[in-house]
């Protein structure tokens, strides 16, 4: 799924047919920009909107068989002409400028008119005596926003007994010491939807001349949490260590 809707930004001046996507001209209107009132939007305005829970960046969207304008890209802004394929752009259309608004809204201007900002060059579009319908392919999709996740180990007491985390390597983290003598660690899980992200590998174990009684046991049910296992032992079988590796689902 894309996890995003289109929407058409509509002005006061646009005769909206049947739909938002639709308008009504006549034969030899001709599309204008920056002109209040126009009959024939030379600037058409979409907007895509990340579904709650995702997000949307310009870096992830692009129109096939198409190509930037001479004018320079930038982070969060794209312009884009037809390749000359006329397969990304239809006739009529002269380019197409993508922006970043915010992290769940990216504009999408379509333009019939030429315009010096963006590079967009060509004729102006005028309407002709029958129906036009214009498609343009749009590539892209949502991403989900990152999740996060927050451990809080307390030190134990007993005599002979150590503890470390390793965190994931991939995992931006922080791990400093708390207050009340216990490890806080703090990390952002990468976005992969629907993936078990391993997150920390957690180990509990003695000391020389110490060994345990039973095994240490952690339960980990919590948010999509899960967590697996595995132990070491002495020559006697008795348990030395265990290291509990703990994942999310996001």
Same mark, same amino acid.
């Given at each position: 799924?894309?996890?995003?809707?289109?929407?058409?930004?509509?002005?006061?001046a646009?005769?909206?047919?049947?739909h938002?996507?639709?308008?009504t001209?006549?034969?030899?209107?001709?599309?204008?920009?920056?002109?209040?009132?126009?009959?024939?939007?030379?600037? =058409?305005v979409?907007?895509?909107?990340?579904?709650?829970?995702?997000?949307?960046?310009?870096?992830?969207?692009?129109?096939?068989?198409?190509?930037?304008?001479?004018?320079?890209?930038?982070?969060?802004?794209?312009?884009?002409?037809?390749?000359?394929?006329?397969?990304g752009?239809?006739n009529?259309?002269?380019?197409?400028?993508?922006?970043?608004?915010?992290?769940?809204?990216?504009?999408?201007? =379509?333009?019939?008119?030429?315009?010096?900002?963006?590079?967009?060059?060509?004729?102006?579009?005028?309407?002709?005596?029958?129906?036009?319908?214009i498609?343009?392919?749009?590539?892209?999709?949502?991403?989900?926003?990152?999740?996060?996740?927050?451990?809080r180990?307390?030190?134990?007491?007993?005599?002979?007994?150590?503890?470390?985390?390793?965190?994931?390597?991939?995992?931006?983290?922080?791990?400093?010491?708390?207050?009340?003598?216990?490890?806080?660690?703090?990390?952002?899980?990468?976005?992969?939807?629907?993936?078990?992200?391993?997150?920390?590998?957690?180990?509990?174990?003695?000391?020389?001349?110490?060994?345990?009684v039973?095994?240490?046991?952690?339960?980990?049910?919590?948010?999509?949490?899960?967590?697996?296992?595995?132990?070491?032992?002495?020559?006697?079988?008795?348990?030395?260590?265990?290291?509990?590796?703990?994942?999310?689902?996001?």
């Open positions: 799924m894309p996890n995003f809707t289109i929407t058409r930004e509509v002005v006061q646009d005769s909206i047919g049947c938002d996507f639709q308008t001209q006549l034969e030899g209107d001709m599309a204008t920009i920056n002109t209040p009132g126009a009959t024939l939007d030379g600037d =058409i979409w907007y895509i909107d990340a579904n709650p829970g995702y997000v949307v960046d310009v870096l992830y969207f692009d129109i096939p068989n198409t190509q930037p304008t001479s004018v320079a890209q930038s982070t969060g802004y794209k312009t884009r002409e037809d390749d000359g394929s006329h397969l752009l239809p009529g259309v002269l380019g197409v400028v993508i922006e970043q608004v915010n992290s769940t809204r990216i504009k999408f201007t =379509i333009f019939l008119h030429p315009s010096t900002t963006h590079g967009i060059t060509g004729s102006v579009f005028v309407m002709p005596s029958s129906n036009v319908n498609s343009i392919p749009i590539e892209g999709c949502a991403r989900a926003i990152n999740k996060t996740a927050s451990f180990f307390s030190t134990p007491q007993e005599e002979g007994v150590e503890t470390s985390a390793e965190i994931a390597q991939e995992l931006e983290n922080s791990l400093a010491d708390d207050t009340s003598g216990g490890e806080v660690i703090d990390v952002t899980l990468p976005v992969r939807e629907n993936e078990n992200n391993e997150i920390i590998n957690y180990t509990v174990e003695v000391i020389d001349g110490y060994e345990f039973s095994a240490p046991v952690l339960s980990v049910s919590t948010g999509g949490y899960s967590s697996t296992s595995t132990t070491k032992t002495n020559s006697t079988g008795k348990v030395t260590s265990t290291t509990f590796k703990i994942s999310k689902t996001v």
